[in-house]
């Protein structure tokens, strides 16, 4: 399984360095990256594969795995912590694709395209107990992590700089999910530097948490930083349980340069660096852009909440619009804004029902509680290798929940 291992590890790397959705006036997603993440019948017209680049690798590695298995008359695969967890996840995922599908009005092609992500999810969780099977995969894990979220940062960068006209960021300038990569890498660097790690990798870390800072600044998206302070908290609380020594010399002077900043930068005005206290000032005082975007969140929640109390225990099913009860701008350019919300934890109840809801939590708690204890049980035993790594992912489920 080497190759579908480096297979693996070549399509995180490339799905982490390119993005999906980004601004036109960047010929690298222009002529590389968006052919990476679309479907083949967007390639060519007719072709009628509604397959991307990483879902046909993923099917690869599947098939090698099977043959593998067959040959040595043994499938290797380990379960993990999270395994009933995420079966039950993946159960409800599809119950509500099949639930979508049985009533009326339902979109097949939608329902999977909203799924699609989750399933990902799934898929990831099996090929690394089906691939990983030593140390050396984290180390490897990590070095794809750090080093295509470093490159994300320079492309970022170099778009705000030289391919923006006017340094002007519009809602769709970056991928939404930019800021969560570059947070988690500062996250994951932070980590290795308080955890442990090798002296490559910490020089690495140093060098990088600069850039993915200012990359992360230029995007002008606030809920990276609040997902970026969130994800901070949760580390420092590991800290303290790993190395309270270290806990007291690191976090409070850290904690009284943030609030000197943010009481410098509350009230600024604009800019890369007002961004990390914009995230938290506008949820006190908004300006009008923040105001609309905050404002159209608020009512989109409750027509969520009053979607859930017509459907509380089957819920609606993928691939079915959710009911708009109150008024919201008018967004539908935008074929997936009444199937998608920004709320996607209540999306989840909305769409899988109560039990769905449940599995989600499932999985998040337990991925937190796991996570949590290993890194202490790593500290007590003295195995430092792979706290960071294991570190970092607890921070990740904190700050993609927040």
Known sequence: MAFARKLFFATLFLSILMESQAANTDPWFNTVAWYFHADLQSWVQGIGIALNPIEIVLIIIVVAWMLRGRKDKRYHFERGLLYWPILALFAMLLYGVLWGLVRSGSDLAIALQEVRALFYCVIAYFLVGILFTHRRDLETLTWVILISAFLLGIEDTIRYFFLLPGHVVGDLTYDHEDVVLLAFAILLAGAMVLLGSTR?????????????????????????????????????????????????????????????????????????????????????????????????RITETEDLSLNIQSNPLTGLGFGQPFIFYIPVANLSFWKFWNYTPHNEILWVWVKTGMLGFFAFWWLMGTGIYRSGRLVRALSLAGDYRARAILAAAACLIVMQIT
Request: charged share 10%; glycine share 6%; net charge positive.
């Open 200 to 296: 490559r990798q910490k020089i690495f870390a140093f060098v990088s948490i600069p850039l993915d800072l200012l990359a992360m600044g230029v995007t002008h998206r606030r809920a990276g930083f609040a997902a970026l302070v969130a994800g901070a908290v949760f580390l420092a609380i590991l800290l303290f349980r790993a190395n309270r020594a270290l806990f007291f010399k690191i976090v409070p002077v850290t904690a009284l340069i943030f609030s000197i900043y943010l009481a410098a930068y509350w009230n600024c005005g604009g800019g890369t660096l007002c961004q990390p206290a914009r995230a938290i000032s506008s949820q006190f005082n908004p300006d009008p852009r923040d105001l609309a975007s905050n404002a159209y």
